[in-house]
């Protein structure tokens, strides 16, 4: 449970993210995200889940304004009640690293080769104070590498990146992420390719982190078991749209909408090696971003599907009863986008 002030850090309100993309000779209009809202409060760890193609990623890139030029963003999101949308590149510098930190994916990738870890540190501070010099960095970076869990620091700081193992290396994207003493910590998938220990373990030091900084979290990976075991609520996403939100414990123990279910469904539990269980594939495809479905995007894909889930997109709703009833009972509502919410759907 959150155990910290209850004040919005971050609101995102309808945000739509499109691209231009060439297929072949001719130009598509990518819809990428799709209105998604959502707010995190200050100490809480907000979890996305979804599938490859969903928009998680974009949705959170466009944070701290990290999407390309290319991209055409509109909706509004305020990190302290400033908006960020529209600030300048320079503008953006107060706020990228600074006071948003990222965290992304394969980290092997993410740093040069030719450059030692002393090098990235030394960067990476400068960019909040220019004034740093090698010994000084060396004793932060150092220190950093130490709360993250890598030990040997200083004698560390002169190996270049191929001289760690993935797990060591997402633990210095951690420390260099912290290093500017960011107030949000944005994780892009920061387990995959990791074997299920190092993920476990890079959970717990990120939970730990939430404690000892008290710094706001965003999670988001594939894996809805791995989401729910470190987030207090969970947001699904699907073709762009936001399919449910709710607080962790009921989207682990009651899923509602049919995706949901789907996703949980065809994801291994932890040790699931040793039983007999068995998954349930979700049968089709991702919707097509430049050929967006007239309705619900799942609708293709769902065994559920009447015609009206077709005709439109859903508004995103608390979720109701059959008889109209809501059954969200206080706190952050339990949201769901469903043609079916309140018809039946879940007796």
Known sequence: ????????????????VSFQALRGVARSHVQAVRGVSFSLERGSILGI????????????????GLLPASADVSGSVKYAGKELLGLSA??????????????????????DPLQNMASVFLETLRNSNPAVRG????AKAAALLAETGLPNGRERLANFPHQFSGGQLQRIGIALALAQNCELLIADEPTTALDVTIQKQIVELLRELRKSRQISIIFISHDIDLVADISDRIMVMYGGMVMESADSPAIASAPRH??????????????????RERLVPIPGKVTDPARP???CPFAPRCARARDECAAAVPELAPLSGAHGDSVSAGGPAHLIRCALNGGGLWQ
């Open 258 to 275: 049919p995706y949901t279910k789907s996703l949980i469904a065809a994801s291994p539990r932890f040790g699931s090696h040793y039983s």
């Open 293 to 295: 479905e007239p309705g």
């Open 90 to 111: 320079e503008e953006m510098r107060e706020y990228r690293g600074r006071k948003i930190g990222m965290i992304f994916q394969e980290p092997g990738r993410s740093y």
């Open 49 to 64: 889940v979804g599938e490859s193609g969903s928009g998680k990623s974009v949705s959170t890139q466009a944070v701290p």
């Open 135 to 138: 010994e000084e960095a060396a």
């Open 1 to 16: 449970m959150n155990e910290f002030s209850p004040a919005p850090l971050l609101e995102v309100n309808d945000l739509r």
